[in-house]
């Protein structure tokens, strides 16, 4: 992900029959990560192509963009390092394929960018730090999708798959939103939620651009140990 701004007079420069026109050339990364499927055992599988991988700067309140894995299910990033001795945290989601037929779900971490160099990268829900391996000669940090403890299917009132609903559970403790693991049904309507254990109500919102549906009740449930108890 490359980033540049331009001031008002370069825009004016450069600007022709209203027009804005420029040349930006690419960065070259400098960290990258290689997307893999989750097993229940804690390893890796194969590689997956085409998942897309975004980046939040925490300490700036900036979206850093993001990259589709390829076909090696590499993801690039070009960050920035850390300045006057304050760390930059990141985090980064492993979202899955739109067109996926798994039921894999988002999966976060955390990037820490540390003022001597150091990197680290750890999994936000479990903590647990990531290591490197080789990828057609390129060092990457091994992510992997998350294995949903909710999961479902979001269709209409004629049973028929509904796509590119947003479905977001809410704490019904802290009362408090989990954007951050919300997903987008599939392109056959089913979603896979990545969250901790506790108490949720879950909501599905109506897709952009439909107006034969309505949004639903909320379901409620209770997730242990990776799974819906009730």
Do not use: H
């Not at 990560?33 to 309140?61: H, K, L």
């Not at 390829?70 to 492993?94: E, H, Q, R």
Request: glycine share 10%.
């Amino acid at each position: 992900t490359t980033m540049k701004s331009y001031s008002a007079s370069d825009i004016t420069a450069s600007t022709s029959g209203g027009v804005f026109t420029k040349t930006v050339p690419l960065d070259t990364p400098n960290f990258r990560v290689v997307v893999r499927e989750p097993r229940a055992d804690g390893s890796v599988g194969p590689a997956v192509i085409g998942t897309w991988v975004d980046m939040f700067n925490e300490s700036t309140g900036e979206w850093m963009g993001g990259s589709n894995s390829n076909s090696n299910g590499v993801s690039a990033f070009k960050v920035a390092p850390a300045t006057g001795c304050y760390d930059l945290i990141y985090t980064l989601n492993v979202n899955p394929p739109w067109s996926t037929t798994t039921n894999y779900s988002r999966q976060s971490y955390k990037l820490v960018i540390k003022c001597t160099g150091e990197i680290t990268l750890s999994n936000k829900l479990t903590d647990a730090v990531i290591t490197k391996e080789t990828v057609a000669g390129v060092e990457a940090y091994t992510v992997t999708l998350g294995l949903p403890s909710i999961s479902g299917v979001v269709v209409n009132p004629s049973n028929v798959p509904v796509s590119n609903s947003w479905i977001v559970p809410v704490n019904t403790s802290t009362y408090e939103w989990m954007w951050q693991i919300g997903s987008n049904s599939r392109s056959d309507g089913t979603f896979g939620l990545s969250a901790p254990s506790g108490s949720y109500r879950v909501e599905a919102n109506v897709p952009w651009g439909l107006s034969d549906v309505a949004k639903p009740a909320p379901c409620y449930v209770t997730v242990a140990d990776g799974g819906v108890t009730t």
